[in-house]
Every structure is written in C-alpha cells, then in structure tokens.
C-alpha cells in the first residue's frame, strides 16, 4: 500500500528557509515521477515541483529560483528546499507519486498524496 509522509513544515518569517521531506513506501521510489503541490487557504491545489527518476527537476513559474526540489532514491525519501519564503508561499505542502505517461504539471488523483505538512510564512 503506497504511503506517503511529510515532515518538516512550520512557521517561518518572510525571506526564511524550510526544508519539507517526504518519506515514500509501498512502492517502487527510484523509479516513479514524483511531485510537491500546495494547497492555499480556501484555493485549489497548485503544481509546485517535479523530480524525475533520473533527477531532472521541473518548477512552476512562481516558486523558480527559490524552491529546490531533490530526491534520496537510497532512503525513499523526498524533498524541497524552500528559499527565499513569501507570505503567498503560505499552504498545505503534499508530496504526490505521479502516474506513468502524464503531463509534468498534471496533479495526481488524491489517493497519490500524502497527509500534507502545513507551512506558513508570517512577520
């Protein structure tokens, strides 16, 4: 049973850094696309970042240069580095394991999320 679960969220003042992580099981890590989405308050989930299984990375528009998106095939383990924090950055971050064949940008159904860690950005 695939299980997936986030660590590392919090309060964070504006120009601050986070380092979420996503421990993956049930499933074969090192060979799947993998994806973080966010959740804003009363908003619609967003695509934030994908990781390839050879490690390409791929960023929405809003989050390029600041976010860092990386992968521990050896631990099952995900991340993102979260720079440069904005009081819009605030949200519920999931990881995702994405399907084979789909565009990068695609959100998974929600049974691929895991439980999410909450991040706020706040003076």
């Known amino acids: 049973e695939l299980q997936l679960v986030e660590s590392g969220g919090g309060l964070v003042q504006p120009g601050g850094s986070l380092r979420l992580s996503c421990a993956a099981s049930g499933f074969t890590f090192s060979n799947v696309f993998m994806s973080w989405l966010r959740q804003a308050p009363g908003k619609g989930v967003e695509w934030v970042s994908g990781i390839n299984a050879v490690g390409t990375t791929y960023y929405a528009d809003s989050v390029k240069g600041r976010f860092t998106i990386s992968r521990d095939n050896a631990k099952n383990t995900l991340y993102l580095q979260l720079n440069s924090l904005k009081t819009e950055d605030t949200a519920t971050y999931f990881c995702?394991?994405?399907?084979?064949?789909?565009?990068?940008?695609?959100?998974?159904?929600?049974?691929?999320w895991g439980q999410g860690t909450q991040v706020t950005v706040s003076a």
């Open positions: 995702a394991k994405v399907p084979d064949g789909v565009a990068v940008y695609t959100i998974p159904p929600r049974r691929d």
